[in-house]
């Protein structure tokens, strides 16, 4: 019917001049429109089943609300392509996207969906936009399908709930005043928030609590709930979500909190059941081998009877030497051989593991190694050295030989009869190298080499 230049180059460029055409361009007789104009060959408005041989479902990503689907198959059913295309709807780039609001005036969709000719598109938001149930933190469920049984999405969205990521999370506290899910669940329209937290609350979690003076403290909804209501303790003793407040001991003391209920009368007392909530462990003090057994002392004594006077539980804890004991402060306040044995002379009975003592000295004299094991299996006791001769930990004093030659330190017995002189210069080896190794030249027995 027609040679190649009749509509190159006219209406058509070819190459890197080509321009695309809408629809609506087409319509004004541009393009494939020049000669599809109703008269010299069927139109562009009416006919798109001519030229576009299969039609698609379109996937609309809204970042608010999810991916909408528009199926075309449903629509060809009933209408035919020129009932929306290029009058409510123009393709390509010119096309235009509509807002709900402006659906609602008639634009777009709800130029049928007006609730007439179909659904109307302010109130079946189901029916395009995909609903699903919500669970949010501590297992709380939202559904969307419950809801939609007896209201319409406009009655939360946007006025209650803002969709995406410009909605704000609500805490409880909130809610009872009458904010998101509270506008409703008042008591009135729906059940109250303040007491029915099983109903949206589908699941309870056991809490930990990380309290750095004491460890992870657990709290056990399973074992409350068996006996009392979430709404005896939520949201009046206990506030939830981000407007929590964490109490201390002394606050829980004084009734707050946990101390609401466990007061010695309604439950066990904060102040003198700590083990029943915190975790009691074995110390083990690695610079001394001393062991402190908290189940021992639990036998005999409430953990208030040390906690805090005597111990301060966490970073606020000092370290206290043996001297500062035998003057009565820390283990020594009950130690003192009245009330319990005597941290004087009775070492092992908290020192259980004895260790080697390593004193680094310059390399030409050979570090020492004193062992404990050693000493101990020729008949001594601990306190026959410590603390009079030697005083241990922070307490600690280093000597020189000049005052071990004077009989002090190690040479209050080795100096004397009972063990060889610190003054024999044959018996340096003994002490200085030897078993340590650190310098071969000493032998045990034998004099340094200087």
Request: glycine share 10%.
């Amino acid at each position: 019917m027609y040679r190649c230049n009749d509509c190159h180059s006219g209406l058509f460029v070819g190459g890197a001049g080509s321009k695309r055409y809408t629809m609506a361009d087409m319509a004004k007789l541009k393009s494939c429109g020049a000669c599809h104009e109703g008269d010299v060959a069927f139109t562009v408005n009416a006919n798109c089943g001519r030229c576009h041989k299969s039609t698609k479902d379109i996937t609309f990503d809204i970042p608010d609300i999810g991916s909408v689907a528009f199926s075309h198959e449903i629509h060809l059913g009933m209408y035919k392509c020129d009932d929306c295309h290029n009058q409510v709807f123009a393709t390509g780039v010119s096309r235009k996207s509509f807002t709900m609001a402006e659906m609602e005036k008639g634009k777009s969709c709800g130029a049928c969906h007006d609730g007439k000719s179909a659904f109307t598109a302010s109130a079946n938001c189901g029916k395009c936009h995909p609903v699903k149930d919500i669970t949010f933190t501590d297992d709380a469920r939202f559904s969307h399908t419950k809801h939609l049984d007896m209201y319409k999405c406009a009655d939360c969205h946007s006025k209650l709930f803002v969709a995406g990521p410009d909605n704000k999370r609500r805490s409880m506290a909130d809610m009872e005043k009458g904010q998101s899910c509270g506008a409703c669940h008042e008591g009135n329209t729906g059940f109250s928030v303040k007491g029915d937290c099983d109903k949206c609350h589908k699941s309870t979690m056991e809490i930990a609590f990380n309290v750095p003076a004491t460890g992870v403290t657990y709290f056990s909804h399973a074992f409350h709930i068996g006996m009392y209501k979430c709404a005896d303790c939520h949201n009046g003793i206990f506030t939830t979500g981000a407007s929590a407040k964490r109490y201390t001991m002394g606050d829980m003391e004084q009734g707050k909190s946990c101390g609401s209920c466990h007061d010695s009368k309604t439950a066990f007392s904060v102040k003198d059941a700590c083990q029943k909530c915190h975790p009691v462990k074995e110390i083990q003090f690695k610079e001394s081998g001393a062991s402190f057994s908290h189940k021992f002392h639990l036998g005999l004594y409430p953990c208030n009877d040390c906690h805090t006077k005597l111990f301060i539980p966490g970073k606020g804890n000092r370290r206290v030497s043996m001297p500062e004991m035998e003057k009565g402060k820390s283990c020594g306040a009950c130690h003192d051989s009245s009330t319990a044995f005597t941290v004087t002379g009775s070492c092992n009975k908290c020192h259980n593991v004895t260790k080697a003592v390593k004193y680094e000295l310059p390399e030409k004299t050979g570090s020492v190694l004193f062992s404990h094991k050693l000493h101990l299996s020729k008949g001594y006791n601990c306190g026959d050295c410590h603390n009079g001769i030697i005083l241990a930990g922070v307490g600690r004093k280093p000597l020189k030989m000049k005052d071990m030659e004077e009989g002090k330190s190690c040479g209050a017995c080795h100096g004397a009869a009972m063990a060889f002189s610190v003054k024999d210069a044959a018996s340096c080896g003994r002490c200085h190298g030897g078993r340590t190794g650190d310098i071969p030249s000493f032998q045990e027995g034998s004099a340094p080499q200087f």
